[in-house]
């Protein structure tokens, strides 16, 4: 009888958990559709993978059957899922995991976080750091003897945060075969205890090589792990489709796609990638017969990547005139700006249909990217190009039309103007500030902004970013009514910049991006409404529930 009675509650146990609703009502919520013809619902009931209907909760009734799971929103605001354009995805889940010894005040803390990280970590290299000795009680660069004792086998090689020295252990420097008698390399230094001529385990600028070429790259295992990190960081924040900048190889490349691949296959991917490849590697796809948006639901073979200058903070950024605090230079446009490579490789790439994005930071590497694309308008066959700047953080006023007119789409990670605020008139004087981040004359010029973040360089939190598009307060307070106020746009605006127009610079716009029956069920739903709060408010908003492809995937506890 009492075996009876188990067998029974076991089998209504599992019909419980086996349940499967083929769709969801989301009700009594404050919806914004970002779809211009409905702007505004109640109810949205979801069918499989797809929105089924949009309207008021006095149409509930027509839409809820027996297998219908409800959920209440309880009046909270109901948004498409973000779409962030411009993502490291995968090296932000590095980051994510990886070790940061920076908050180390003393060379004890320094040894404890290095023990601690390494646990369980004995089958592989131990990499990154960004330690800093200027914070430490004994402000003496580290040696081998401090990690060697409980490092042993594991090789280590640990790097300071400016990049230009790092820590080997003992282990490192033999299997890098390193010793006492090495000399340093030209434009490097190894650097050894002046009484016993053995190296100390500090390796300085082109020396570092000597052991960065001998570590293996990641493993499954370790893109696994970053990927999971990175997707968790998406999933709280509301984040279901990306744009994926990180592929800086062919074979880094190759690693990310199969990782995304490995993923999906196993129902684990919970968020839509488009990714990027190496503009130089643009044959390998005509070859194989890719064309742009080549993929699923999942992943898309998105576009080519090519840099035309570097950055403001580095003073690589390209301009027509010449930086503030330094009149000998312009910036540094990448060499295939320089060489006709770009033209060249742009003009055969879209010829097969590929397409194009470019990093452009200064005016003049937005201008000459311009110029590309007007002539490749010129010379090959009409297409839906959508061509995309990186970035686009800095104009000459002439050039949003240029935009426009081309349908060259900007695409811009407002979360950096919260820092870069701060110090860009000290690089570029004030007058240039008035186009800096200049969503306002983007939009007004009839261009297509798409919103992003740049993570890990920041936060991946998209509340962050609608915030800056809104207020444009830089972090250090001196901007109460924003930097360029006339440069602020609408909360509505700033949400389909993160939301339609992504899904729009992927010709995704008919899967995702909006609140229509039809439409991918990616959704999510916010403790407050960024709508109607004061927007200095908006960064503080947390995400409650994120829906992608009509699975709640996350729920804030
Ligand atoms: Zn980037």
């Not at 109640?42 to 059957?65: H, M, P, R």
Request: hydrophobic share 35%.
């Amino acid at each position: 009888m009492k075996l009876f009675t188990l067998l029974f509650s076991l089998i209504l146990l599992s019909g419980t958990l086996n349940a499967q609703f083929s769709k969801t009502a989301f009700m009594n919520g404050k919806i914004y559709t970002v779809n211009g013809k409905q702007p505004f619902a109640q109810f949205v009931v979801t069918e499989g993978n797809k929105i089924l209907f949009v309207g008021s909760d006095k149409d509930a009734k027509k839409y809820i059957s027996s297998d219908t799971k409800i959920v209440d929103l309880k009046g909270r605001l109901l948004l498409p899922g973000f779409i962030d354009s411009h993502t490291h995805f995968i090296s932000g889940g590095f980051y994510l995991t990886g070790l940061d010894l920076n908050p180390a005040k003393s060379r004890a803390e320094f040894i404890q976080l290095l023990k601690e990280y390494i646990k369980g970590k004995e089958d592989r290299w131990i990499t990154e750091g960004n330690w800093d000795h200027e914070k430490w009680d004994v402000k003496k660069l580290p040696t081998k003897e401090w990690i060697d004792p409980f490092t042993k086998n594991i090789p280590v090689f640990v790097d300071r945060y400016d990049g230009h020295m790092a820590l080997a252990n003992s282990h490192a420097l033999k299997l890098a075969g390193i010793s006492k008698d090495t000399p340093s390399p030209e434009g490097g230094l190894i650097i050894k205890d002046p009484e016993t001529g053995e190296p100390t385990g500090i390796l300085k600028d082109n020396a570092m090589d000597l052991v960065r070429n001998i570590i293996p790259p990641y493993t499954d295992e370790q893109y696994n792990e970053a990927l999971t990190a990175a997707l968790n960081e998406a999933k709280g924040f509301g984040v279901t489709s990306i744009g994926d900048m990180s592929y800086t190889t062919d074979k880094s490349f190759q690693d990310q796609l199969n990782t995304y691949q490995r993923f999906e296959k196993e129902g684990k991917l919970t968020v839509r990638v488009s990714t990027r490849m190496p503009i130089n590697t643009y044959k390998k796809f005509i070859k194989s017969g890719i064309q742009n948006n080549f993929g699923d639901d999942f992943i898309q073979i998105g576009s080519l990547k090519a840099y035309a200058d570097g950055s403001l903070g580095s003073s690589t950024a390209w301009f027509f005139d010449h930086y503030a605090q330094d009149s000998t230079t312009f910036g540094l446009p990448n060499d295939i700006f320089q060489n006709g490579n770009f033209e060249k490789w742009a003009l055969d790439a879209d010829k097969n249909k590929l397409q194009i994005c470019v990093h452009a930071i200064g005016d003049r590497a937005v201008s000459t990217t311009l110029d590309v694309v007007e002539k490749i308008e010129k010379e090959n066959p009409v297409w839906d190009r959508r061509f995309h700047i990186e970035h686009s953080q800095h104009l000459q006023p002439h050039d949003f039309a240029r935009f426009a007119r081309l349908g060259v789409i900007a695409s811009m990670q407002p979360t950096h103007l919260l820092e870069d605020g701060n110090w860009a008139e000290k690089r570029i004087g004030k007058k240039r500030l008035k186009y800096m981040h200049a969503y306002n004359s983007f939009l007004k010029a009839g261009a297509t902004v798409a919103f992003g973040t740049d993570f890990p360089v920041v936060t991946l939190n998209p509340l962050v970013g609608l915030y800056m598009a809104v207020t444009r307060r830089t972090s250090d307070g001196k901007n109460p009514d924003g930097l360029e106020p006339l440069e602020k746009i609408s909360i509505e605006d700033a949400i389909k910049c993160y939301t339609i127009n992504g899904a729009y610079a992927e010709f995704q716009e008919n899967k995702k991006g909006s609140i229509e029956p039809g439409k991918l069920a990616d959704l999510i739903v916010l403790n407050q409404n960024i709508l109607t709060i004061d927007p200095v408010k908006i960064k503080d908003v947390k995400i409650d529930m994120t829906i992608l492809g009509g699975k709640i995937i996350y729920k804030r506890k």
